[in-house]
């Protein structure tokens, strides 16, 4: 828009200051891109279906398995179209690296979040259900790195904290959710589902 000035300036009569209040509204608009970005990152990707495909799978196992679940291959396909659809954009109107960057770090962000939510509605999990839970986790780190050309994937911390922490003798458990609140209502769900499936807890 800043390139059309010279033109606009063409067509505008002399002494106007119409240009000067479209710089000036223009030069806040940058504001709204995150807001932007942030609502196109949330219909972009089906995060329900990822919550579902994770509630659906077995992670009551008796034996480590060396085939990552289907789910992650779900959300790489949406993750690839999503690329392909903004990509697409530029035969229209050209658009910079960063617009992309941007939208996948935010949809990468809220998968992370989904991912937490789903682990933490799985009823019955066994030691070998988690370890495949940690083993879908790498494959999908690993393939996001590659296709979205990001490092470090945000909030992979975040996700790897959870898994790790049924790990954690009972003993430990009530500290560490102390110490990572942000946590605290996925653990509730855990411990009530685990209740419920008569299970032990962690």
């Known amino acids: 828009?800043?390139?059309?000035?010279?033109?606009?300036?063409?067509?505008?009569?002399?002494?106007?200051?119409?240009l000067d209040k479209y710089q000036t509204i223009l030069k806040e608009t940058h504001k709204i891109k995150n807001p932007i970005y942030i609502y196109i990152s949330r219909v972009a990707i089906d995060y329900?279906?990822?919550?579902?495909?994770i509630s659906?799978?077995?992670?009551?196992?008796?034996?480590?398995?060396?085939?990552?679940?289907?789910?992650?291959?779900?959300?790489?396909?949406q993750i690839k179209q999503l690329i392909a659809d903004v990509e697409s954009l530029h035969l229209m109107s050209l658009l910079k690296a960063k617009t992309l960057s941007t939208l996948l770090e935010q949809c990468i962000k809220l998968i992370m979040r989904m991912l937490v939510d789903g682990y933490s509605s799985v009823k019955k999990c066994s030691n070998?259900?988690?370890?495949?839970?940690?083993?879908?986790?790498?494959?999908?780190?690993?393939?996001?790195?590659?296709?979205?050309?990001?490092?470090?994937?945000?909030?992979?911390?975040?996700?790897?904290?959870?898994?790790?922490?049924?790990?954690?003798?009972?003993?430990?458990?009530?500290?560490?959710?102390?110490?990572?609140?942000?946590?605290f209502s996925f653990c509730l769900r855990v411990v009530i589902n685990l209740n419920n499936s008569e299970r032990p807890h962690f």
């Not at 828009?1 to 119409?18: A, D, Q, R, V, W």
């Not at 679940?69 to 959300?75: C, L, T």
């Not at 992979?156 to 560490?176: C, G, L, N, R």
Request: glycine share 0%.
């Open 1 to 18: 828009m800043e390139n059309l000035f010279p033109l606009i300036t063409k067509f505008l009569p002399e002494n106007t200051n119409i």
């Open 128 to 183: 070998e259900g988690r370890a495949l839970m940690q083993l879908d986790f790498q494959q999908l780190v690993v393939k996001l790195e590659k296709m979205c050309n990001i490092r470090p994937i945000p909030d992979k911390d975040y996700v790897e904290a959870y898994i790790k922490a049924f790990y954690m003798p009972d003993t430990s458990i009530e500290k560490w959710i102390k110490e990572h609140p942000v946590f």
């Open 56 to 77: 659906r799978t077995n992670w009551d196992l008796d034996e480590i398995l060396s085939q990552h679940n289907n789910y992650v291959d779900v959300i790489l396909k």
């Open 48 to 53: 329900t279906q990822i919550t579902e495909s």
